[in-house]
T-cell receptor, first 112, second 114 residues
Framework: KAGVTQTPRYLIKTRGQQVTLSCSPI?????VSWYQQTPGQGLQFLFE???????NKGNFPGRFSGRQFSNSRSEMNVSTLELGDSALYLC???????????FGPGTRLTVL | AQSVTQPDIHITVSEGASLELRCNYS??????LFWYVQSPGQGLQLLLK??????LVQGIKGFEAEFKRSQSSFNLRKPSVHWSDAAEYFC????????????FGAGTRLTVKP
């Protein structure tokens, strides 16, 4: 069974632009969570989706948004990029809520 | 709100030596507890988890962790470290009603000397 896939793996943007990251969960998994990893702040929870509904949201500004589609694939969007948004964005999927999460390799976003 | 502290930013051990990585958590009740490992350029891999029951938890790759409620700790141990264990290790806590809402510690980077 294929693991969690994230596209693209690497991305370079400039300040003020917007970006969309994609996550395809493991087949059959219905829950997707997103995390931001930076050297300064570590791993921080962004949001969680289950059955196309956002169940939980971390402490991030409204520039960070996401959605989940009927096939459980998820996207996250960051608008008006700032230098501090440079990070590794990790997606994790689980079969249901409260099941083990499996992480993808991440998307490395660099904002110039 | 839950939080996790990993007091050691970086640990160096010799190959074959024993290892203990510390983790302390803050949460009102007994949370779900996890240890993940991350190799450079990779995502996170779950080593083990504690939900309830036996406080000594066995994981993959020869790792184990012990939950101590009185000390709010969940330390990770391995009796004999291999060079391939060099990586970053993260302790995480989640509320028992939603383990998708995970809070991570800052991580401990493990270096293994030959």
């Amino acid at each position: 069974k294929a693991g969690v896939t994230q596209t693209p793996r690497y991305l370079i943007k400039t300040r003020g632009q917007q970006v969309t990251l994609s996550c395809s969960p493991i087949s059959g998994h219905r829950s997707v969570s997103w995390y931001q990893q930076t050297p300064g702040q570590g791993l921080q929870f962004l949001f969680e989706y289950f059955s196309e509904t956002q169940r939980n949201k971390g402490n991030f500004p409204g520039r960070f948004s996401g959605r989940q589609f009927s096939n459980s694939r998820s996207e996250m969007n960051v608008s008006t990029l700032e230098l501090g948004d440079s990070a590794l964005y990790l997606c994790a999927s689980s079969l249901e809520v409260n099941n083990e999460q499996f992480f993808g390799p991440g998307t490395r976003l660099t904002v110039l | 709100a839950q939080s996790v502290t990993q007091p050691d930013i970086h640990i160096t051990v010799s190959e074959g030596a024993s290892l203990e990585l510390r983790c302390n958590y803050s949460y009102g009740a007994t949370p779900y507890l996890f240890w993940y490992v991350q190799s450079p350029g990779q995502g996170l891999q779950l080593l083990l988890k504690y939900f309830s029951g036996d406080t000594l938890v066995q994981g993959i790759k020869g790792f184990e962790a012990e939950f101590k409620r009185s000390q709010s700790s969940f330390n990770l141990r391995k009796p004999s470290v291999h060079w391939s264990d060099a990586a970053e290790y993260f302790c995480a806590v989640a509320p028992p009603y939603n383990n998708n809402d995970m809070r991570f510690g800052a991580g401990t980077r493990l270096t293994v000397k030959p």
